[in-house]
């Protein structure tokens, strides 16, 4: 797997909630993501990276409990195969 860091800037545009945590398991289009997510997946893809961890997406961040438990795995970092920063 790979992962994605990077600094989301003023105002994230898309991040993973319990509101929209269903939508985004069906899907996210990639039209409508930031570019730097678009460009990872692109990478990711024709590396054939089949797994791509983005902790705006992967993390519930309007639920602490997931924050708390996702923010104590920050080892996801040094397991992967690929860290795109």
Known sequence: YATLRYCWGKGVALRTTTENAARHRAGIPLSTSPLTIRE??????????????????????????????????????????????
């Open 40 to 85: 990872s997946v692109t990478l990711a893809s024709r590396l054939e990276v089949r797994y791509l961890w983005i902790d705006a997406l992967c993390i519930m961040h309007d639920d602490q409990d997931d924050w708390n438990d996702q923010a104590a795995k920050m080892s996801i970092y040094r397991g992967c195969s690929l860290h795109i920063a």
